[in-house]
């Protein structure tokens, strides 16, 4: 006993009996058993049921329940054919995918058929992306702990590179405050220290260094803790060995059905390919302002290390003006003393630039990650990418399993839809019409509701496809073609029926090709 399998697609759930296309007793099905016949035992028309949520999380779902029914199905040998649109081909896509995550060749599906579906391509989400921005964060900001560490700490270090260099420059304070530690003129070479600490926890040398090592503890945890979550949301069955595994077992039973310019697949193509930080240029020029206040900031504070630095150097307080009333005479000091000047002003100017470099690599890894933030947001909020471990990587009118198109609908019948499309959305703005003058005459609120019926009519081609006469004779010659079906005398008489056929087997032709 064949079987055909219908599955709906978004928003388009309700019970098992109706007048949509693919609910028992629909005027598609009381068609299709008239046109098509089955060559042995009854023909068996069975309508999967799910949610219809505008969720990747409720389509897999739904694939996880079609593909129990087709485990039954090749449990009971029986032959049959998925049909899904809209999304409901999305359900079909994703049931492959977990069939052959499972091993499960099923030899009894003689043909997938989607109808109008935007496919969305997805891929594991990298690891390495997801943490990537907070990892080189962290990483530069130990690195520049580290470094003030080690310019603290070491003879070695920056900060007393040059104290030794300037030694017989500087002059020792010759005592601490009442109650602190003397300090003795250092030797020649030694690290200098230009104040004192009553404790050894008062040194910001240790300070510094106790904060580098915990900072450096909290960080590993942190990466270790984003490495695992990201690993845990891995999903499998969008591996590359299984989408090749699809392909290989499924691709050769995939008939695509798309209008031209069906709206689901163009709009949302559209939402998977735009640029998300151009859509906001107002963040973007924020982002920009915060990083030009960042490099005036780490600009200002090296000129201040070099004021301090040039100071003590000259036994002066850390300015350049002169005492009491007299103008500041910046120019002249620095004349009087360009070699320390200069001295002290080369490895702080060489610094600076490598850390404005390094600001402007972040502005740039910075704009990257906020764009692909919303992105994601956008993504999630329009695809409704819900499922763990996925991104979005394309909408295509193919699986991301398939390398074939879906095949080229016929001039004619793609007019017809397109006819069809345009007489059904004059149908709606007058039966809007009607709805809004009977709602502005009537006092009862309960009049509003009808709104909603009359938006949810068939005013795109992507709604259109199974209330077209020539796309069913075009649905009914592709399941004449599967060994389980033949076609009646009522569909051979059609006209239409062999020019559809052999549209079909050219455009095969032209697929193997």
Request: charged share 20%.
């Amino acid at each position: 006993m064949p079987t055909i399998v219908s599955i709906h697609g978004t928003y388009a759930a309700g019970p098992e009996a109706g007048d949509q296309w693919w609910q028992r007793g629909s005027p598609f099905e009381r068609h299709l058993r008239e046109c098509i016949e089955p060559k042995e035992g009854a023909l068996s028309f069975d309508p999967l049921q799910w949610e219809g949520h505008n969720s990747e999380v409720s389509r897999r779902k739904a694939a996880e329940k079609l593909l129990k029914l087709c485990e039954a199905l090749e449990e009971r040998a029986e032959q049959y054919v998925l049909i899904g649109h809209s999304h409901g081909g999305s359900v079909v896509s994703n049931a492959l995918l977990l069939a052959s995550e499972a091993k499960l060749p099923l030899p009894n599906l003689m043909q997938a058929v989607t109808v109008g579906t935007p496919f969305i391509h997805v891929a594991k989400r990298s690891v390495l992306l997801s943490i990537a921005v907070p990892v080189l964060l962290i990483a530069v900001f130990l690195v520049a702990l580290g470094a003030a560490v080690s310019s603290a700490t070491t003879p070695e270090g920056f900060l007393n590179g040059q104290l030794i260099a300037l030694d017989p420059a500087f002059k020792p304070k010759p005592s601490c405050s009442e109650g602190s530690q003397s300090v003795s003129k250092p030797l020649q070479g030694q690290p200098i220290q230009l104040t004192c600490y009553d404790h050894f926890w008062q040194s910001p040398s240790e300070i510094i260094g106790y904060t580098y090592r915990l900072v450096v503890g909290f960080a590993f945890l942190f990466i270790v803790r984003l490495f695992i979550d990201e690993r845990a949301k891995a999903d499998s069955a969008i591996s590359r060995a299984n989408v090749h595994r699809t392909s290989e077992q499924y691709a050769s039973r995939w008939l695509g059905l798309a209008h031209p310019l069906d709206e689901a697949i163009g709009g949302l193509s559209r939402v998977v390919n735009a640029r998300p930080i151009a859509l906001i240029p107002k963040l973007k020029e924020n982002i920009s302002a915060v990083f030009v206040l960042l490099n005036f900031a780490v600009a200002s504070i090296f000129v201040f290390i070099w004021l301090g630095l040039f100071s003590a150097a000259n036994n002066s307080q850390p300015s350049l003006f002169n005492s009491g009333d007299h103008l500041p005479k910046p120019a002249f000091t620095i004349m009087e003393y360009l070699e320390q000047a200069l001295r002290i002003g080369v490895p702080l100017a060489i610094t600076l630039a490598a850390c404005l470099v390094v600001v402007c690599i972040f502005k740039c890894l910075s704009l990257a990650w906020v764009g692909a933030l919303i992105g994601d947001l956008l993504q999630r909020l329009l695809l409704r990418l819900d499922f763990p471990g996925q991104s979005a990587t394309k909408i295509a009118d193919r699986p991301m399993w398939s390398a074939q198109p879906p095949v080229t609908m016929p001039a004619d019948l793609a007019e017809q839809l397109t006819v069809f499309d345009e007489s059904q959305s004059l149908a709606v703005v007058q039966t809007l019409r009607r709805e809004v003058y009977s709602a502005l005459k009537s006092d009862n609120a309960e009049a509003l509701p009808n709104f909603s019926e009359v938006m949810a009519a068939f005013e795109l081609a992507h709604k259109s496809y199974f209330n077209s006469p020539l796309f069913r004779t075009l649905m009914f010659a592709a399941l004449a073609e599967q060994p389980a079906f033949r076609a009646t005398p009522i569909l051979t008489t059609d006209p239409d029926f062999n020019r559809m056929r052999e549209w079909l087997r050219s455009s095969r032709l032209q697929e193997k090709k």
